[in-house]
C-alpha cells in the first residue's frame, strides 16, 4: 500500500513528520517480521463485482473455517506474531460468526479492519458493527450510482452502500471508501471526492485493477496508461491541497507501486529541493511487499502471497502454523518474492527506480505473459521516467 498523504506532508507540510511502510510488530528481522495479513472468512457475497478477485457468489461453499478453527487460527497468528487483520471475503457480513471472530481479535490485540461492500451494514446491523469497534472499515465505491451499480451488478447497490458509510460515521467508526481503476471509474474520481467532502469521509483507497479472478477476465475495463496518470495527479493534488489546507485525510493506493516513482518525477517540479529526502523515503518503503508484508489466509485456511495469489497455495493454517509456513523458503516462489532485487525483466529490469517499486505487481505479468518475472504490464511509467532523475543520489 502506498500512503500518499503521508509522503506528501512531508514534501509540503513545515515540520515533515517520517513516512514509509510500517511494519506491524514481529520479531525482528526481514525474515521475522510478521505481515499485514487479509483473511477472505467467506466466499459467499450478495454482489457479483465486475472485478471480483475470488469468483464470489450468492451461495455456501464447502469447506470453509468453523467458527472454532477461525478462533485457533487467531491464536496461531498472534504466536505468530501477526498483529493487523483485514477481514474480508466475499461479503464478510454474511457470516454469521463475523462478530465473534472479530470481537476475539479486537480483545487479543489485533488491529482489526472490515473490507465490505456496505450493503448489510443497515440501521439493523450497525449496532453489531460499532460493539465490535473496528478500527477501519473500508467500504467499496466504484464511482457514482450509475457506475457503482453497473460494477456491482445490482440495481441499489450504491444507496445501500452510501447508507453503511453514514451509519458507520455516525456511530463514531472510522471510514472510508475504495474505488477499484477502471477506464469507466476514472470517469466518477472528481464526484466521488465531492462525495468525500460532503460525508466527511476521511480516507480514500485507489486500488488499481489487479488480474485475478473476475478481474483478469474482464482486464480489457483496465484503465489506460494515459489514464491512469490522469487519475495520480488528481491525487497528488488533491494530497497537497489537504496538506496545505491542514485537512488529515488519509489517500493510498494500492495494487501499482509505479505510483512512488510517479510521485518522484511529479515532486521534481514542484519540490525539488525535497528530492534527496523524498527518494530516501521511498526506497525505505520499498513498494510491492507480496509474500514479504502482506499475506492473505483464503476460506479454507490456505496461506498465498497476497489475494490476488489464490492459485498458489504455500500451506494450510489447519495443518501447520502460519509463523512456519510463511517463513518456509522451499516453496520457489516466495523464495525469490523474499529476494532483492527481485529478478524482474524487461522495463522493470532496467528501470532505475527498481529499488522503489520492487518490480511492481508479478501478479499481472504471470496473467499476460506466463512469466512471473516479466515487466509489469501495468507500470504505466514512460521510457523517459525509468531513467535515473538528474538529482538523484545515489
Known sequence: M?????????????????????PPA???????????????????????????????????????????????????????????????????????????????????????GLSTNGTLIDERRIGEVAEVGYDYVGISLDGMEETHDRFRRRAGAFAEALRGIRLCREAGLRVGIRLTLTETTARDLPALIGLMDRESIDKFYLSHLNYAGRGDVN??????????????????????????????????????????VYLLWWARQRFPEKLPALQARLRRWGGNASGVGIA????????????????????????????????????????????????????????????????????RAEKTTGDTWAEDPGCYLSDAETAPLPETVQ
Open 2 to 22: 502506498f500512503r500518499l498523504s503521508q509522503f506528501m506532508h512531508d514534501l509540503a507540510a513545515p515540520e515533515p513528520a517520517a513516512s514509509g511502510r510500517r
Open 296 to 363: 492473505n489466509i483464503d476460506t479454507q485456511g490456505d496461506v498465498h502471497p497476497d489475494t490476488m495469489w489464490g492459485h498458489h497455495r504455500l500451506g494450510n493454517v489447519r495443518y501447520r502454523s502460519f509463523g512456519a509456513i510463511w517463513n518456509d523458503l522451499g516453496d520457489p516462489l516466495m523464495a525469490v518474492l523474499k529476494t532483492r532485487p527481485r529478478p524482474v525483466k524487461g522495463r522493470c529490469a532496467g528501470c532505475a527506480h527498481l529499488a522503489i517499486c520492487n518490480g511492481n505487481t508479478r501478479i
Open 219 to 260: 482486464r480489457r475495463a483496465d484503465a489506460l496508461k494515459a489514464t491512469t496518470r490522469g487519475v495520480m495527479e488528481q491525487l497528488f493534488d488533491l494530497a497537497l491541497s489537504d496538506v496545505r489546507s491542514g485537512r488529515r485525510r488519509e489517500i493510498v493506493t494500492g495494487n501499482n507501486d509505479a505510483d512512488g
Open 26 to 112: 514481529g520479531t525482528g528481522g526481514p525474515m521475522g517480521q510478521a505481515p499485514v495479513v487479509i483473511w477472505n472468512l467467506v466466499r459467499r457475497c450478495n454482489l457479483g463485482c465486475l472485478h471480483c478477485y475470488s469468483f464470489s457468489a450468492d451461495h455456501d461453499f464447502p469447506g470453509e473455517l468453523t467458527t472454532a478453527e477461525a478462533f485457533a487460527v487467531l491464536d496461531d497468528l498472534h504466536l505468530s506474531g501477526v498483529r493487523v487483520l483485514i477481514l474480508s471475503g466475499g461479503e464478510p457480513m454474511m457470516r454469521p460468526d463475523l462478530p465473534r471472530i472479530a470481537a476475539r481479535a479486537k480483545a487479543m490485540g489485533f488491529y482489526v
